[in-house]
Nanobody, 126 residues
Framework: QVQLVESGGGLVQSGRSLRLSCTASGSIFTINDMGWYRQSPGKEREGLSCSSSSVMTTYWADSVKSRFTISRDNAKQTVYLQMNSLKPDDTAVYYC???????????????????WGQGTKVTVSS
């Protein structure tokens, strides 16, 4: 089994930055691809960034493209989501997810992910 734990959420002013962390433990060798999602109250879960190891590419949602980036520290088994120029619309619970599969497709499909973290809340004030 795999456990994913997000951290780094909090309250931040509009225009500022925040970095979220997602640390994996357990049978991490079963994970092929990672993704970041978010969900605001009353809205569907939105896929922000979904990586495909099979074709070495990363999908980014238009809503965060050019403002958010991802990085990883393999030694710490951690993936980071760097969020810059935050807006009130970015307020949501942020989740990292992992999937066993490696089939490439463009975009994010939440149902295709096998492991999810508990989420970390980000609130952006205006």
């Amino acid at each position: 089994q795999v456990q994913l734990v997000e951290s780094g959420g909090g309250l931040v002013q509009s225009g500022r930055s925040l970095r979220l962390s997602c640390t994996a433990s357990g049978s991490i060798f079963t994970i092929n691809d990672m993704g970041w999602y978010r969900q605001s109250p009353g809205k569907e879960r939105e896929g922000l960034s979904c990586s495909s190891s099979s074709v070495m590419t990363t999908y980014w949602a238009d809503s965060v493209k050019s403002r958010f980036t991802i990085s990883r520290d393999n030694a710490k088994q951690t993936v980071y989501l760097q969020m810059n120029s935050l807006k009130p619309d970015d307020t949501a619970v942020y989740y990292c997810a992992g999937r066993r599969g490696s089939t490439y497709y463009s975009g994010c499909r939440a149902y295709d992910y096998d492991f999810w973290g508990q989420g970390t809340k980000v609130t952006v004030s205006s």
